[in-house]
């Protein structure tokens, strides 16, 4: 390694001490395992040039930097005369990048939201070009943590599909017909019966929410009047009281509440339930390997974008980058970076054969 690039990382993983310190439930046996069966990195050609990556991060946090620095570790021994210079300054600055030409490469935080498809179309006449290179982390805070659901500990319940959830959560129901308004009308019987079942959340203007609208609730905005949503508080100290945290502190008060939110934050009052895409289908708890594998059916992936002309192939330099990521050292480099997940080897493999 050479002495620059040493240093550099070196400064950014002391930076980082209190991010790596939330590694969370990520590492697993079966990571590594999934990890091992990608084939190894068989460098193609890279012309020598500067690749402009932005994305993930901020100028207080270093986020999605202290990984880009592994990639580009690793990456550099295959392709020395390739240089990368990040600006991993924010999600929301990474796609105007890539619109203005200010950019090649764009590495997102979570999914890509309309808002930011619409900028890029404002100055293009096609969208920008999308590949998978992560999967979201179980409990990471700030790496797409999945989003769960939870009753509190006295409830009967143990699980639920997504269209019950959909039904309690929304009110158009693009999943099937009907409200689901009260725990008798799941099934619930005795004091259980006729209580309303009272949702706690996330903001529905977020992207936290917005995910949500894209997936539970299949694209629908209309969500049920009686949700309370939550928002990160700033408190005077400088830290924040997370809307997760809140919803579940709510949920932990009130045995008929239904809340969405991560087990980072759950204490012992309350109680995650299992998911089902829908009845008939198995019903899934969040672990590494459910969502390494997609089976948890509110899995996350961490996309990156770049600016491509439909029916014209990938910048070489950018699409080397991307190849590496996705091979076996770049998705061990997620691993030893120990907060988003990797891809499972299908997945990796998808990938790559859409950047052909």
């Known amino acids: ?32 395992a999934e990890v091992a069966r990608l084939p190894a990195y068989q460098p193609g050609p890279a012309p020598a040039g500067i690749i402009r990556l932005w994305g993930h991060g901020s100028f207080s946090r270093p986020f999605m930097r202290l990984l880009v620095a592994r990639w580009v570790q690793g990456f550099n021994r295959f392709h020395p005369d390739v240089r990368i210079e990040e600006d991993t300054y924010g999600t929301s600055s990474a796609i105007p990048a890539l619109a203005f030409g200010a950019g090649d490469l764009a590495i997102l935080g979570e999914e890509i939201l309309p808002e930011a498809v619409d900028t890029f179309r404002r100055v293009k ?53 009907g409200n689901l308004r009260t725990w008798g009308e799941l099934g619930l019987k005795g004091e259980w019966a006729g209580q309303p079942i009272r949702p706690y959340g996330w903001r529905t203007d977020d992207s936290f929410g917005f995910y949500l609208e894209q997936t539970l609730l299949a694209g ?10 939550f928002r990160h508080i700033n408190r005077p100290d400088g830290t924040i009281h997370d809307h997760g945290q809140q919803a579940l502190d709510a949920l932990a008060r009130d045995r008929y509440g239904l809340a969405v939110s991560n087990i980072r934050y759950a204490g012992p009052d309350v109680k995650a339930l299992a998911v089902a895409e829908r009845e008939g289908r198995p019903y899934v708890s969040v672990t590494a390997e459910t969502l390494i594998t997609g089976k948890y059916p ?27 990521i996705l091979s076996r050292e770049g998705q061990q480099d997620i691993l030893d970076d120990g907060r988003y997940l990797p891809l499972n080897a299908d997945s990796a493999a998808a990938q790559l054969k859409k950047l052909e």
Do not use: C
């Open 298 to 324: 509110l899995t996350r992936l961490i996309p990156a974008y770049l600016d491509r002309v439909p029916g014209q192939p990938v910048e070489p330099k950018v699409k080397e980058f991307l190849r590496y």
């Open 220 to 229: 629908s905005h209309r969500w049920n009047s009686a949700l309370r949503e």
């Open 1 to 32: 390694m050479k002495t620059a690039g040493f240093v550099r990382l070196l400064a950014l993983l002391l930076l980082a001490g209190p991010i790596l310190a939330d590694e969370g439930r990520n590492a697993s046996a079966f990571a590594h």
């Open 125 to 177: 006449p096609y969208e920008p070009f999308g590949v998978d290179i992560a999967t979201g982390s179980v409990d990471v805070r700030n790496f797409d943590y999945a989003q769960m659901f939870f009753v509190h500990r006295d409830n009967p319940l143990a699980q639920l599909t997504l269209t019950q959830l959909d039904a309690i959560f929304g009110a158009e129901h693009r999943r099937g017909p």
